[in-house]
């Protein structure tokens, strides 16, 4: 009779076994987080090219115009993007940020890198989804349609959706309050990263939410990614200057921003 030798792995074999699934692992967690970031900042991109078909919409119905977006039409924008009753409100959140960190019974809290803004106004309790988003809007276009005969002092000549060079005027991108506006672009960028000074309001999109990128909305309704020193050269309003300090048609130099943004490419 023929007796069956028992097969087993020894202690050795077990060890190169577990050696060997560590080294793939190792090998294709990187990779693998990668592709998520990436399909992240692609699903980001959807959602800003959806938004600019309601914007496209909106400007095709009124002569050209956008609504305002100076507080408190900002919020009545949100809810035109994410629906009356918030039934698209993905739509308004980067999967990247798409939670705030903490929320106040009522109030407004700004977002950072990687979490959402909102805002819970009184009477309502807490309710962090009522006003709830990842981005924000070019408060300049939204000026030049504002019904009061006067715009708020600071502000420089609007903007139309009838510009010659639509593709460099942004609307609606990644940020950590609802509106952007592009004052003052000599103060220069956040001396850190999360820095939430007022020296001017570009910080607000001066985010590393994509690996040194922002997604952004234009006015020729594309959505494509945004350099962070790219900021610094879009046309924000008319008066603004793409030629500023900040810029390398203006002199900047890599050594010239601060450390934590010099990897990034120059513009």
Same mark, same amino acid.
């Given at each position: 009779?023929?007796?069956?030798?028992?097969?087993?792995?020894?202690?050795?074999?077990?060890?190169?076994?577990?050696?060997?699934?560590?080294?793939?692992?190792?090998?294709?967690?990187?990779?693998?987080?990668?592709?998520?970031?990436?399909?992240?900042?692609?699903? @980001?991109?959807? %959602? =800003?090219?959806? *938004?600019?078909?309601?914007?496209? &919409? +909106?400007?095709?119905?009124?002569?050209?115009?956008? #609504?305002?977006?100076?507080?408190?039409?900002?919020?009545?924008?949100?809810?035109?993007?994410?629906?009356?009753?918030?039934?698209?409100?993905?739509?308004?959140?980067?999967?990247?940020?798409?939670?705030?960190?903490?929320?106040?019974?009522?109030?407004?809290?700004?977002?950072?890198?990687?979490?959402?803004?909102?805002?819970?106004?009184?009477?309502?309790? @807490?309710?962090? %989804? =009522?006003?709830? *988003?990842?981005?924000?809007?070019? &408060? +300049?276009?939204?000026?030049?349609?504002?019904?009061? #005969?006067?715009?708020?002092?600071?502000?420089?000549?609007?903007?139309?959706?009838?510009?010659?060079?639509?593709?460099?005027?942004?609307?609606?991108?990644?940020?950590?309050?609802?509106?952007?506006?592009?004052?003052?672009?000599?103060?220069?960028?956040?001396?850190?990263?999360?820095?939430?000074?007022?020296?001017?309001?570009?910080?607000?999109?001066?985010?590393?939410?994509?690996?040194?990128?922002?997604?952004?909305?234009?006015?020729?309704?594309?959505?494509?990614?945004?350099?962070?020193?790219?900021?610094?050269?879009?046309?924000?309003?008319?008066?603004?200057?793409?030629?500023?300090?900040?810029?390398?048609?203006?002199?900047?130099?890599?050594?010239?921003?601060?450390?934590?943004?010099?990897?990034?490419?120059?513009?």
């Amino acid at each position: 009779m023929t007796r069956h030798r028992r097969v087993a792995f020894t202690l050795i074999e077990l060890l190169v076994v577990i050696a060997i699934v560590a080294l793939l692992a190792a090998i294709l967690l990187p990779t693998l987080s990668r592709v998520r970031r990436q399909a992240k900042a692609v699903a @980001c991109q959807s %959602n =800003l090219r959806q *938004s600019g078909l309601y914007f496209a &919409a +909106y400007a095709a119905e009124n002569d050209g115009r956008l #609504p305002d977006f100076i507080y408190p039409g900002s919020m009545e924008l949100l809810r035109l993007l994410a629906g009356p009753s918030l039934e698209r409100k993905d739509m308004v959140l980067c999967p990247v940020a798409s939670r705030p960190k903490v929320v106040w019974e009522q109030g407004y809290g700004t977002g950072d890198t990687f979490s959402a803004w909102y805002y819970a106004p009184p009477p309502r309790p @807490c309710e962090p %989804n =009522l006003y709830v *988003s990842s981005y924000g809007v070019n &408060a +300049y276009p939204g000026v030049g349609f504002d019904p009061r #005969p006067v715009r708020p002092e600071g502000f420089g000549e609007p903007l139309t959706s009838r510009q010659t060079r639509p593709a460099t005027i942004p609307v609606y991108l990644d940020c950590i309050t609802d509106t952007i506006v592009g004052n003052h672009p000599e103060v220069g960028p956040p001396p850190y990263e999360g820095c939430k000074g007022r020296g001017t309001e570009l910080w607000h999109s001066c985010i590393n939410r994509h690996e040194g990128w922002v997604n952004c909305l234009f006015y020729d309704w594309a959505a494509r990614k945004v350099g962070l020193k790219e900021l610094w050269t879009l046309k924000w309003h008319n008066d603004f200057d793409t030629a500023n300090p900040w810029t390398a048609r203006g002199g900047a130099r890599p050594e010239d921003w601060p450390k934590w943004m010099r990897g990034f490419k120059d513009y």
